[in-house]
Nanobody
């Protein structure tokens, strides 16, 4: 079994910062890409940022220059540093990872989600 556990969400004023963390644990052989998605009420889930095992990153246009994704491969953990937050960043943020398990099976795994609320 593999688990992704997120932490770091909360309520912050516009212009503030939050740092999300997502730790993967369990029957992990190798982790490929790690990603952060978000879903606002009434909207589809969207990709916010991704990072490869080698550290290459990609961002949604809406967060470029404000959010930074990083990872610690030794800890199987991905982070999302969110600065200059805006009310439109309010959403549930989900961690996602492509993982090769000890059973030699590739699969996509998701965290349970963490709420980020930005007040104006």
């Amino acid at each position: 079994q593999v688990q992704l556990v997120e932490s770091g969400g909360g309520l912050v004023q516009a212009g503030g910062s939050l740092r999300l963390s997502c730790a993967a644990s369990g029957s992990i052989f190798r982790i490929n890409d790690m990603r952060w998605y978000r879903q606002a009420p009434g909207k589809q889930r969207e990709l916010v940022a991704s990072i490869t095992s080698g550290g290459s990153t990609n961002y949604a246009d809406s967060v470029k220059g404000r959010f930074t994704i990083s990872r610690d491969n030794a800890k199987n953990t991905v982070y999302l540093q969110m600065n200059s937050l805006k009310p439109e960043d309010t959403a549930v943020y989900y961690c996602n990872a492509g993982i090769f398990t000890l059973q030699r099976i590739w699969s996509d795994f998701w965290g349970q989600g963490t709420q980020v609320t930005v007040s104006s």
